[in-house]
């Protein structure tokens, strides 16, 4: 009887959902932003608050969603005979994403860098910019080596970085990928128990799903506003100097992400044999949450839903492959990394080669997966995995980073939600018929 | 008996006052000063001479002391030594011909002038010769380098790895503390000393050195007036290691030093680094 009450509620939530977060409504949502940002008016600074404000709302879920889901995700995967073809081929498609996402990223700025080169002018701009954004030095050091090793302090680096010896303690302080890695490694030992005990909390932890998916909707119906809230003051923050005396960095940034978020709806359309433009319409909620947000695991289950739902994408592949698939393989930060260090050679004066390429490339996915953990301007620090090896300074490449960051920060997550929505679809497909009728 | 008793007494004094005299001879400020044969010079002295000379390099230190158009002495160092006249109630004189910042401490050593203000570095060379008063301001060392040619040094590593026990070319002021430092705390590195400190950036910039040494204000005030040179060089500072930036005073002026470190007490927020960056004086000249 509650069921049933609760039932059509539910789907006029959505309905509405739906109905606010249309493509067009969410494009007008990105345009106003971009506009208002662009304008630098002075109340924009009053909209920050609602924008942190509606983040935390959507912070409240992203870790009990994580919790649920991972595990049913797994015992769906060990318990489906599919599941080792499913897995081969997410691997297979990740493997290929992540060559060419790379190989995209190093050939493209690349060629733009060989025939741009910064003048006196911009070298001067570019200074300024440093000298006034680090009111600090570049390098602290001391000659007393007792002093140095204070300076270092102590962080789990490695593998240790990832490993959850407390899980609460990961969980009160918004350590993801600890709790993914706890999330896989729990519903592994819930599966196994299962098979022996038949006793499971499996049907329990759907219910924690559903419950997070319907809170999740609540807060879905202020996209719009979440969009313009976040995203007008966070362009608003770059200024015009920024941009002039980063044109040279921003230019290949801007055309290979827009190459990259144009390829993957693209891509996806033609696994789903749909047109280009529902892809498209349908994955812009999820990406534009990104860039609003610019935190890819809030839009965990709004990329799921849009998969699932709108796109009618194989459920397994998508359940197994995007929470940690969004959690750990940043795209966007790859390309980031790639294009930053382009920027700091061709400042520098230094050439690249085909090998260095091919290096830089490589460095670039490593460095990726050492963000891991890492959000913000933290995630900046494995920059100096890929700069140092080419003999490029790091300290000069992070100050000009943070300054062009607002930007960069908007386009990293959302090539990581837009690819990351890719993998399931090329590596799944279409759900049958059967399953599309019945959502319909 | 008596006779030999007074010849005794005799003989024993003409010993005494000859140790004496030796021994006052010996007196180093004594030795070098002027001043040898009247009573030691300090606070007293001074007032009666109704001057307090005070030596200050010929070249200008921006932000501390420069020259004005009509070549008057202006700047937050000229200033406090006019105040430390303004309180003794004499005036002030001062010597603006030292080649070096070691020259303003020969000044002081040798008698010619009583203090020395020129952004002066306390070192343990400069204490055997000179008192020095509380420093007025304390600032920590720092390198100006050459980022690619550290980060090429460094193989991968953070530039603070090859810094911090750097073994290539250093420039440094000639006649300036940071011979004694560099010496000390760079013991692997080839010190190049240059006449200033443009001449020391001239030898970073044609790569002649791939690190100039200094105080973080300088080195900050290099890259806040020529901003783009933060592209090609880098700042590092070195936290353990501080200029006490302070006033030579005459080595048997300790009365004088007692009412120095007394101003010093009280007008101590008159030099911040922030203050100093911030200074017209600090800018570069047109």
Redesign the interface.
């Known amino acids: 009887m509650k069921a049933g009450a609760g039932a059509p509620m539910d789907n006029s939530l959505k309905a509405l959902s739906r109905s606010i977060n249309r493509p067009s409504i969410t494009l007008a949502a990105i345009v106003l932003a971009l506009a208002l940002g662009v304008m630098r008016l002075p109340f924009l600074q009053y909209l920050r608050p609602v924008g942190d404000f509606y983040i935390a709302l959507l912070q409240i879920c992203v870790l009990p969603f994580l919790l649920a889901t991972i595990p049913l995700a797994v015992r769906s995967a060990m318990a489906s005979g599919s599941a080792p073809g499913v897995l081969r081929s997410l691997l297979f498609w990740v493997l290929i994403t992540l060559v060419a996402v790379a190989a995209i990223s190093a050939i493209i700025p690349s060629l733009f860098f060989g025939y741009a080169s910064p003048d006196e002018k911009m070298i001067t701009n570019i200074g300024s910019l440093l000298g006034r954004s680090t009111d600090n030095v570049d390098v602290e050091f001391a000659i007393d080596a007792r002093q140095a090793a204070e300076i270092k302090g102590a962080t789990d680096v490695g593998i240790f970085a990832v490993i959850p010896t407390n899980i609460f303690a990961s969980l009160s302080s918004n350590d993801s990928v600890r709790v993914l890695v706890f999330a896989v490694l729990f519903g592994i030992g819930m599966v196994l128990t299962e098979r022996e005990s038949g006793h499971s909390i499996f049907e329990a932890l759907r219910h924690i799903q559903a419950v997070c998916v319907l809170i999740f909707d609540w807060f879905s119906l202020l996209v719009p506003i979440g969009i313009v809230a976040l995203v007008a003051p966070q362009v608003a923050r770059l200024g015009p100097d920024a941009f002039t005396a980063l044109t040279l960095f921003a230019y290949p940034l801007l055309a290979t992400s827009a190459l990259l978020l144009l390829a993957a709806p693209t891509l996806c359309a033609f696994a789903l044999h749909v047109s280009p433009a529902s892809v498209f319409g349908a994955l812009l909620r999820p990406v534009m949450l990104g860039a609003s947000t610019r935190n890819s695991l809030i839009c965990v289950p709004l990329a799921l839903e849009t998969l699932k739902n709108d796109l009618k994408v194989k459920n397994e592949p998508c359940d197994l492959y995007i929470p940690i698939g969004i959690a750990t393989i940043r795209f966007g930060t790859i390309l980031y990394f790639v294009i930053a260090t382009l920027f700091m050679g061709t400042l520098m004066g230094r050439q690249f080669n085909l090998i260095d390429l091919g290096l830089l490339a490589l460095f670039s996915v490593g460095a990726s997966f050492a963000t891991l953990g890492l959000s913000g301007l933290a995630a900046l620090a494995p920059l100096a995995i890929v700069l140092r090896p080419f003999g490029l300074s790091y300290e000069v490449a992070v100050p000009l980073m943070i300054i062009i960051d607002p930007l960069a920060d908007m386009l990293r997550t959302m090539l990581n939600v837009a690819i990351n929505c890719m993998i399931p679809t090329l590596a799944g497909g279409r759900a049958a018929m059967r399953t599309t009728q019945a959502s319909l | 008996m008596g006779h030999t008793t007074a010849m005794f007494f005799r003989g024993l004094i003409a010993t005494i006052l000859f140790a004496v005299s030796i021994a006052l001879s010996n007196l180093p400020a004594l030795a070098q000063s002027p001043l040898r044969s009247g009573p030691l010079r300090d606070l007293n002295s001074i007032v009666e001479a109704k001057v307090l000379r005070v030596a200050v390099t010929r070249f200008d230190l921006p932000s501390f002391h420069v020259r004005g158009p009509d070549g008057t002495l202006l700047g937050p160092e000229i200033e406090m030594a006019q105040q430390i006249g303004r309180a003794l109630g004499i005036r002030v004189e001062f010597v603006d011909n030292a080649e070096s910042f070691d020259s303003v401490v020969d000044h002081v050593a040798l008698g010619s002038a009583d203090i020395g203000v020129s952004k002066l570095s306390q070192t343990y060379n400069r204490l055997k010769r000179v008192r020095f008063s509380e420093p007025y301001v304390t600032l920590r060392h720092?390198l100006l380098f050459n980022?690619?040619a550290i980060?090429?040094a460094?193989g991968?590593?953070?530039?603070?790895a090859v810094?911090?026990n750097y073994q290539g070319r250093l420039s440094v002021i000639t006649g300036s503390a940071y011979v004694d430092f560099a010496s000390k705390?760079f013991p692997d590195a080839t010190v190049v000393e240059a006449r200033s400190w443009d001449a020391a950036i001239e030898n970073l910039l044609s790569g002649q050195v791939d690190a100039v040494y200094r105080d973080?204000f300088e080195?900050?005030r290099v890259?806040?007036n020529?901003?783009?040179?933060?592209?090609?060089l880098?700042?590092?500072?070195?936290?353990?290691?501080k200029a006490l930036l302070s006033i030579a005073i005459c080595d048997t002026c300790s009365k004088l030093q007692e009412f120095i470190n007394y101003h010093i007490g009280v007008t101590r927020a008159a030099f911040t680094l922030k203050g100093l960056l911030d200074s017209e004086l600090g800018r570069p000249a047109r």
Do not use: F
């Not at chain 2, 991968?156 to 603070?160: D, E, L, N």
């Not at chain 2, 020529?226 to 090609?232: D, G, H, I, Q, R």
């Open positions: 720092a980022r690619v980060a090429r460094a991968g590593r953070p530039p603070a810094l911090q705390n973080e080195i900050r890259l806040k020529k901003p783009a040179l933060n592209v090609p880098g700042s590092a500072v070195i936290v353990d290691q």
